[in-house]
C-alpha cells in the first residue's frame, strides 16, 4: 500500500490562518506591530528565494517584515554594526541573518552578535544551550515544523527510533536535541548519520521515522527504508529535473507508512514556525517592557 503523504502545505495554510488572527489580536491589545528583520549578505539565488517567501509570508499575516541587503564583499565588522543597530531598536522583535554567509565571515560569531530573544531561528549559542537542556527560549524553524507534522498527523515518536541523516547546526544536530527530550512529540532514541557513517543503509533500515537532511538529490532510496516508516524529507535541490528531495519520494513512497513531498512537506512549516516565533518575540519583549 503506498504511504500516507504528510501535506505540510496545507497544516501550515492552517497554522498561519490561526497565527493571522493572533497577530490582529495582538496589535489590537497593545498597538504594536510584530516585526521581522531580515539581513541576506550577498548573492546566493536560493537564499534570494528564500527570503523572499519568507517576506511574503510574513505580509499575509499582517507581521512587519524590514530586508537589509549587503554586498558580497560587505566586512564582517559592518555586518556587527547592523546588527547592533537591530538589537537596539525597539521596533524590531526578530532578527533572521539568511544563511549561508560568505566564506570570509564568521558565521557564529555574527549568529552569536543576535540578542537571544530577538534570535527567531535559535541558532545563538544561548538558545542552543537552552534547548539541549530542554528550556528553549525559541525552537529552531525546521526541525519545530518537523514535530508540528508529526504531531498533526498522528506520527509517535515517544519510545520510537528516529534517525537523522545530516548533522548540520541548522536541522540535524537541533533535530536530535529536541527528539531526545522528555515531553510530548519527543522521547524518541535518536541516531544522528553523517557523511563519516560507514553503512548508512543498514542504519537507516532500523529506523521507524527517517529524517534526511544531507542535501544530496534522491540519496535515499527504497532500499534504505523499512516497510512501514516514517520518512521526512529536508531535501531541497535545485537539479534538471527541477526540485527534488534527498529522498527518492516515488520509489519510496511504495515502501514507507508516510512521507513527506518536495515541494509541500517541510519547506512551508519552516517559514510558519518562523512566523509563530516573531510573534512569540513580540509578545516577550511587549510583557518585559
Ligand atoms: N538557510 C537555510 N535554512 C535557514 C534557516 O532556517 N535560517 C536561516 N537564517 N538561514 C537558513
Not at 527528539?179 to 548519520?193: E, P, R, W
Given at each position: 500500500m503506498a504511504a500516507q503523504i504528510l501535506d505540510g502545505k496545507s497544516l501550515a495554510e492552517q497554522i498561519r490562518a490561526e497565527l493571522k488572527d493572533q497577530v490582529t489580536d495582538f496589535v489590537n491589545q497593545t498597538g504594536v506591530t510584530p516585526c521581522l528583520a531580515v539581513v541576506l549578505v550577498g548573492n546566493n539565488s536560493a537564499s534570494e528565494v528564500y527570503v523572499r517567501n519568507k517576506q511574503l509570508a510574513c505580509e499575509k499575516i499582517g507581521v512587519k517584515s524590514e530586508m537589509y541587503r549587503l554586498p558580497d564583499e560587505t566586512p564582517e565588522s559592518e555586518l556587527l554594526e547592523l546588527i547592533a543597530r537591530l538589537n537596539a531598536n525597539d521596533v524590531v522583535h526578530g532578527i533572521l541573518v539568511q544563511l549561508p554567509l560568505p566564506k570570509p565571515i564568521d558565521e557564529q560569531h555574527i549568529l552569536d552578535a543576535i540578542r537571544p530573544d530577538k534570535d527567531v531561528d535559535a541558532f545563538h549559542s544561548d538558545n542552543v544551550g537552552r534547548i539541549s537542556q530542554g528550556r528553549p527560549r525559541f525552537l529552531p524553524c525546521t526541525p519545530y515544523g518537523i514535530l508540528e507534522l508529526m504531531l498533526c498527523n498522528g506520527i509517535k515518536t515517544s519510545g520510537k527510533h528516529v534517525v537523522i541523516i545530516g548533522r548540520s547546526n541548522i536541522v540535524g544536530k537541533p533535530m536530535a536535541l529536541l527528539l531526545m527530550q522528555k515531553g510530548k512529540g519527543c522521547d524518541a532514541t535518536v541516531t544522528v548519520c553523517h557523511s563519516r557513517t560507514p553503512d548508512i543503509p543498514t542504519i537507516s533500515r532500523q529506523a521507524d521515522i527517517l529524517i534526511v537532511a544531507?542535501?544530496?538529490?534522491?540519496?535515499?532510496?527504497?532500499?534504505m527504508v523499512k516497510p512501514g516508516a516514517t520518512v521526512i524529507d529536508v531535501g531541497m535541490n535545485r537539479t534538471e529535473e527541477g526540485l527534488v528531495g534527498d529522498v527518492d519520494f516515488h520509489a519510496v513512497k511504495e515502501v514507507a507508512g508516510a512521507i513527506t513531498p518536495v515541494p509541500g512537506g517541510v519547506g512551508p512549516l519552516t517559514v510558519t514556525m518562523l512566523l509563530l516565533n516573531t510573534l512569540t518575540a513580540a509578545k516577550n519583549q511587549c510583557l518585559e517592557r
Amino acid at each position: 500500500m503506498a504511504a500516507q503523504i504528510l501535506d505540510g502545505k496545507s497544516l501550515a495554510e492552517q497554522i498561519r490562518a490561526e497565527l493571522k488572527d493572533q497577530v490582529t489580536d495582538f496589535v489590537n491589545q497593545t498597538g504594536v506591530t510584530p516585526c521581522l528583520a531580515v539581513v541576506l549578505v550577498g548573492n546566493n539565488s536560493a537564499s534570494e528565494v528564500y527570503v523572499r517567501n519568507k517576506q511574503l509570508a510574513c505580509e499575509k499575516i499582517g507581521v512587519k517584515s524590514e530586508m537589509y541587503r549587503l554586498p558580497d564583499e560587505t566586512p564582517e565588522s559592518e555586518l556587527l554594526e547592523l546588527i547592533a543597530r537591530l538589537n537596539a531598536n525597539d521596533v524590531v522583535h526578530g532578527i533572521l541573518v539568511q544563511l549561508p554567509l560568505p566564506k570570509p565571515i564568521d558565521e557564529q560569531h555574527i549568529l552569536d552578535a543576535i540578542r537571544p530573544d530577538k534570535d527567531v531561528d535559535a541558532f545563538h549559542s544561548d538558545n542552543v544551550g537552552r534547548i539541549s537542556q530542554g528550556r528553549p527560549r525559541f525552537l529552531p524553524c525546521t526541525p519545530y515544523g518537523i514535530l508540528e507534522l508529526m504531531l498533526c498527523n498522528g506520527i509517535k515518536t515517544s519510545g520510537k527510533h528516529v534517525v537523522i541523516i545530516g548533522r548540520s547546526n541548522i536541522v540535524g544536530k537541533p533535530m536530535a536535541l529536541l527528539l531526545m527530550q522528555k515531553g510530548k512529540g519527543c522521547d524518541a532514541t535518536v541516531t544522528v548519520c553523517h557523511s563519516r557513517t560507514p553503512d548508512i543503509p543498514t542504519i537507516s533500515r532500523q529506523a521507524d521515522i527517517l529524517i534526511v537532511a544531507i542535501g544530496q538529490p534522491k540519496f535515499v532510496t527504497a532500499d534504505m527504508v523499512k516497510p512501514g516508516a516514517t520518512v521526512i524529507d529536508v531535501g531541497m535541490n535545485r537539479t534538471e529535473e527541477g526540485l527534488v528531495g534527498d529522498v527518492d519520494f516515488h520509489a519510496v513512497k511504495e515502501v514507507a507508512g508516510a512521507i513527506t513531498p518536495v515541494p509541500g512537506g517541510v519547506g512551508p512549516l519552516t517559514v510558519t514556525m518562523l512566523l509563530l516565533n516573531t510573534l512569540t518575540a513580540a509578545k516577550n519583549q511587549c510583557l518585559e517592557r
